[in-house]
């Protein structure tokens, strides 16, 4: 049944968002020991996976509410992908934003034809505001992580990766490596790897476990996230509906540290010849690092590609000693 | 007939190279005001469309004769393609490689398991040294542009191209843009787009314009190279099978400089999300400029991407002014 939901988004989204590519990188699977499967979702409509659970999300409504509009509230990804889909749809979109927001991150939701609107630095004071959004327009809330239809639809990449393995080898997965910010992208895989043996990983920066430490707990833990070049991967906590889904059927989480995810990020580009941010490179890193049991096929998803060029640059002169791949 | 050998060749090639994958990036469309259709070569096997040929060439050869090796001369990815089919078909590879070769190409080639000659800084004298080495070995010369099997291998990455816009589009390139050395890219191309209205043109660095030049003379002309920064456009001639399969088909022949090739590459890298090498980007920089006749759907091949990190850097910080992708 939850792969089937998983299905069912696919085929809603299709033609909507890109079935990105699965990469392989004969240069990282040596350096990593396993046979590595990239799902490349930087390459994905507005750089991330995002735009998966958000056209799915938007599609999903019915037309009469739908035209009412739409709101969120993000400080990243989450609203260019939301834009994305009201854009294509043809109805309003609100989204509410930090005041202290880069100026280019604005003017992507901008340039989707959205109507950002400031509110605060917190995510609390955002969705406080993406709540009065909603009051005043009739739009309907698309939340960033913890919806279903969202989890659905970030779970439609781990339903291609896996279609992808099994048509190159008749075979599946033994592992799946999974970034972590509020949960979206690894429920979503939990359930499209539903009734198969993978054993899937959630990974998050150091400090910023809240998935790992909600899973040693047995409950929901808020964790003020400490600074990390992952600022995909900084909510405070993993969602309800996500932490349900992912605490019966996740092998671990691990933790990884900027330079691990700036080395990988910089292996991903002078190998696998694809630019991801910090956040994208969080799943090669633990899997360098090496994963419990030894698995032999391994999936990494590649969660999104926007990143600052001179953060760019900074990592290319730090970490960059190698070149070439096959 | 011209296409049926391509198919051929693509099915000879079939799961010993990769199909690359066909992004699309619609910020990309906006700067150049048509649909881009990319053909990612620079996500292929060893970093670039080489594999391709080299893969054909030596695969089609009788087993018998594949048994006492290959030989090639080359001072770029050309080398490490035959190095790779050789590998996979275990056989000997023997590459004729100048003296003053950068050690990371020397040791890619060894690491592919191929024995690397030293001769001399010029094609001539690698070429020479191929031949002395045939001699010796029996084996079997794999030319790094001026051969059929070559030409049609190559022309594989544009029929994935055709088939991807087909099944996406239901109908063809108005136009595909395609970078020049020695002509086993462009060559294969206009084999693979026969019988289709496609105009196809070629790309050639600031210089080394070498079948410009041939195409404005109806003969093939010797163009001692300028410096550039796509090392892989410099052969002084274009092939002798390359020019007359070429010079029938090509809708014209352009040429860009460094800097609009740097511009491209930053701009694939940030916003498309992929790495390709100087050369791999001027196909892009050529499109940039604008085709004659406003051609709405455009292919571009992006060759390959091996690049060394520092001149990378250095593009990076030349051309970064602006981010994000939709």
Redesign the interface.
């Known amino acids: 049944v939850d792969v089937q939901a998983v299905r069912a988004a696919a085929a809603r989204i299709e033609g909507r968002v890109?079935r990105?590519?699965t990469?392989?990188c004969?240069a990282l699977d040596a350096l990593c020991g396993a046979e590595l499967w990239l799902k490349a979702e930087?390459?994905q409509?507005?750089?991330a996976f995002k735009a998966r659970g958000a056209m799915h999300a938007v599609g999903k409504l019915d037309a009469a509410v739908r035209a009412r509009g739409v709101v969120t509230y993000s400080s990243g990804n989450h609203g260019?992908a939301v834009a994305?889909a009201a854009r294509d749809y043809r109805v309003p979109a609100f989204v509410a934003m930090p005041v202290d927001a880069p100026p280019?991150k604005l003017s992507?939701v901008r340039a989707?034809g959205a109507e950002v609107v400031l509110a605060g630095t917190t995510s609390a004071e955002r969705r406080d505001e993406a709540l009065r959004l909603r009051e005043g327009t009739g739009a309907t809330i698309i939340e960033p992580f913890d919806q279903l239809e969202i989890i659905e639809g970030q779970g439609t990449a781990t339903l291609e990766l896996l279609d992808d393995v099994r048509a190159a080898t008749g075979g599946g997965l033994d592992a799946l490596v999974v970034p972590v910010g509020g949960g979206g992208l690894i429920a979503g895989a939990c359930l499209a790897c539903s009734g198969t043996p993978t054993r899937i990983w959630a990974v998050e920066p150091q400090g910023c476990d809240a998935m790992g430490q909600s899973l040693a707990r047995g409950e929901r833990v808020m964790v003020p996230p400490a600074p990390t070049l992952a600022d995909g991967l900084k909510p405070v906590q993993v969602g309800e509906l996500n932490f349900a889904i992912a605490r019966e059927r996740l092998a671990g989480a691990l933790t990884v540290d900027d330079a691990e995810m700036g080395r990988a990020l910089?292996q991903l580009?002078?190998l696998?010849?694809?630019?991801?941010e910090p956040s994208g490179a969080a799943a090669l890193a633990a899997a360098l690092r090496g994963l419990d049991g030894k698995p032999r096929r391994v999936g990494v998803i590649l969660s999104g590609?926007?990143?600052?060029?001179?953060l760019?640059?900074t990592l290319?002169?730090t970490h960059?000693?190698t070149?070439?791949?096959?």
Chains 1, 2 share one sequence.
Request: hydrophobic letters at 50%.
């Open positions: 890109w990105t590519p990469l392989r004969p930087n390459l409509r507005i750089g260019q994305l280019v992507a989707l910089v580009l002078l696998a010849k694809v630019l991801v590609g926007n990143l600052e060029p001179s760019l640059a290319l002169s960059a000693t070149r070439a791949g096959q």
